[in-house]
T-cell receptor, first 114, second 113 residues
Framework: KQEVTQIPAALSVPEGENLVLNCSFTDSAIYNLQWFRQDPGKGLTSLLL?????REQTSGRLNASLDKSSGRSTLYIAASQPGDSATYLC?????????????FGPGTRLSVLP | DGGITQSPKYLFRKEGQNVTLSCEQN?????MYWYRQDPGQGLRLIYYSQIVNDFQKGDIAEGYSVSREKKESFPLTVTSAQKNPTAFYLCASSIARGSTEAFFGQGTRLTVV
């Protein structure tokens, strides 16, 4: 059974720091991997999608990498800002007998202090 | 605007009542999903559907039911058999094949009173 973990569970950094969030998964037979942001009491906002054939994706100050063989993905946030404070979740997309579905990690709660 | 709409945003249920959460999308996506989120836990899959008139149980389907009569709609009913329904419910959709990027609604917070 696919399991997804995220380390650290919570992170607090001063504004301007570069930081790395980690996501690990147990089954490397994934289709894709997606990173999301969730603000308190809100739905999930898609940040980056990495196809299984890709090794990284970039969007603005965000860079996500994927290493299927080791079962790891990292989300790099450059020059963090207070507005980046949120919970960040990764999800692996796996293909089953009935289409595909998403398995989520528990998230990393990020606080960027002004 | 294209997207996923969940309603209501807040819902209160009395003990023994069934309630239905609405999820509508205009993204022309074939696949739709329902997840439950509890404090400090990741999202857990309740039900998902890859095509109209078909759906499958996820990891925690007991006490829930769904229907998929239209491509755009995937309502979730929380029945009285669900003993601990207080949670945040999230609906998502995606293309069934290809890029598989998922898009989420803003969620419904259900509270038992």
């Amino acid at each position: 059974k696919q399991e997804v973990t995220q380390i650290p569970a919570a992170l607090s950094v001063p504004e301007g720091e570069n930081l790395v969030l980690n996501c690990s998964f147990t089954d490397s037979a994934i289709y894709n991997l997606q990173w999301f942001r969730q603000d308190p009491g809100k739905g999930l906002t898609s940040l980056l999608l990495i196809q299984s054939s890709q090794r990284e994706q970039t969007s603005g100050r965000l860079n996500a990498s994927l290493d299927k063989s080791s079962g790891r993905s990292t989300l790099y946030i450059a020059a963090s800002q207070p507005g980046d404070s949120a919970t960040y979740l990764c999800a692996v997309i796996k293909k089953g007998n009935y289409g595909q579905n998403f398995v989520f990690g528990p998230g990393t709660r990020l606080s960027v202090l002004p | 605007d294209g997207g996923i709409t969940q309603s209501p945003k807040y819902l209160f249920r009395k003990e023994g009542q069934n309630v239905t959460l609405s999820c509508e999308q205009n993204l022309n996506h074939d696949a739709m999903y329902w997840y439950r989120q509890d404090p400090g836990q990741g999202l857990r899959l309740i039900y998902y559907s890859q095509i109209v008139n078909d759906f499958q149980k996820g990891d925690i389907a007991e006490g829930y039911s769904v229907s998929r009569e239209k491509k755009e709609s995937f309502p979730l009913t929380v029945t009285s058999a669900q003993k601990n329904p207080t949670a945040f419910y999230l609906c998502a959709s995606s293309i069934a094949r290809g890029s598989t990027e998922a898009f989420f609604g803003q969620g419904t917070r259900l509270t038992v009173v």
